[in-house]
């Protein structure tokens, strides 16, 4: 599995950014698909994801500021993301699971939210 991450900048604390992530490869053997971001010395953490189910979970720090949708027809993910806030300044990294377990990373895209 090869992922594609775009979409990350900088942006207004209050503002808004959408990222995508474009799956190719064996994307019919992926149970979830999901964003995870980590700000320098700190660990990775789980942002949002989304099963092949179209099951959707958040991290309690974004819940109803951020949306995790899909386009199963172009093997995309995308991480709608608004009122962001200083906080959300962090590396972003999609991130696909296998039904074989091992995780695949994509690169990570930079968000940057200035005060």
């Known amino acids: 599995v090869q992922l594609q991450a775009s979409g990350g900048g900088l942006v207004q604390a209050g503002g808004s950014l959408r990222l995508s992530c474009a799956a190719s490869?064996?994307?019919?053997?992926?149970?979830?698909m999901g964003w995870y971001r980590q700000e320098p010395e700190n660990q990775r953490d789980l942002v949002a994801l989304?099963?092949?189910?179209?099951?959707?979970h958040y991290a309690d720090s974004v819940k109803g500021r951020f949306t995790i949708s899909r386009d199963s027809a172009k093997n995309t993910v995308y991480l709608q993301m608004n009122g962001l806030k200083p906080d959300d300044t962090a590396v972003y990294y999609c991130?696909?699971?296998?039904?074989?377990?091992?995780?695949?990373w994509g690169q990570g895209t930079q968000v940057t939210v200035s005060s």
């Open positions: 991130n696909a699971l296998h039904n074989t377990g091992r995780y695949y």
């Open positions: 490869g064996e994307v019919f053997s992926i149970n979830s």
């Open positions: 989304i099963t092949s189910g179209g099951i959707t």
